[in-house]
């Protein structure tokens, strides 16, 4: 699967949009990338995840670059809850993939009010 | 519906003791993941099953760790002995379709002191 790269941390204003990157230079044809969050001291909650298109579901946004090389989630409206630690994951789709995620440092998120 | 459930939700034993870790996925997910977060690292797969049979096994660290899943519904993660490095919090985690949306129970923190 193909690496990740994540800024490890941003800042965001309550009632703002928090704009997440990511960088996957390396992802190949069959991949998806899958957005994670991990509140403090929960498990791991599933955001979104795309392949080539833009998507959006009422948690968030994923904006794929045409090369699909990079990605921008993208929290419309962040509140104090949304403070969590990011992941941006990489996953093949192959046959021989079991559905495994790699997780990475991510990108802790702090939105202040 | 009920969400993935871990039991217990913290457990501390002494070092050469044995703990069993337990999973409920979501009834009808065929596929259980686990994963662990040891201090200060990032979150690692250990193991997939889907439904009773085990389809990859690479994150398992050594033999000391064992995990099954009886009847293709609830798992068990056993570690004997424990040694100190096994502290950290253990995630499982159910999805219907093998690369979809994975959802996480709440993790179970070990400590081995």
């Known amino acids: 699967d193909a690496k990740t790269t994540q800024p490890p941390s941003m800042d965001c204003a309550e009632g703002r949009a928090a704009n997440l990157p990511c960088n996957h230079s390396?992802?190949?044809?069959?991949?998806?990338v899958y957005w994670y969050r991990q509140i403090h001291s929960q498990g791991p909650q599933y955001i979104i995840h795309?392949?080539?298109n833009n998507e959006t579901n009422e948690m968030a946004s994923l904006i794929i670059t045409e090369d699909r090389k990079s990605s921008t989630l993208i929290l419309p409206h962040a509140t104090l809850r949304d403070t969590a630690v990011y992941y941006c994951i990489v996953c093949s789709v192959g046959s021989s993939n079991t559905g495994k995620l790699i997780f990475g440092q991510g990108t802790t998120l702090q939105v202040k009010p | 519906e009920a969400g993935v459930t871990q039991f217990p939700s913290h457990s501390v034993i002494e070092k050469g003791q044995t703990v069993t870790l337990r999973c409920d996925p979501i009834?009808?997910?065929?596929?259980l993941y686990w994963y662990r977060r040891v201090m200060g690292k990032e979150i690692k797969f250990l193991l997939h099953?889907?439904?009773?049979?085990?389809?990859?096994e690479s994150g398992m660290p050594n033999n000391r760790f064992l995990a099954e899943r009886t009847g293709g519904t609830y798992s068990t993660l056993k570690v004997q002995p424990a040694e100190l490095e096994d502290s950290g919090v253990y995630f499982c985690?159910?999805?219907?379709?093998?690369?979809?949306?994975?959802?996480f129970g709440q993790g179970t923190r070990l400590t081995v002191v």
């Open positions: 795309g392949l080539k």
């Open positions: 099953f889907v439904k009773e049979s085990k389809q990859d």
């Open positions: 009834s009808g997910h065929d596929n």
């Open positions: 985690a159910s999805s219907q379709v093998r690369v979809s949306e994975a959802f």
């Open positions: 390396t992802i190949s044809g069959n991949e998806y």
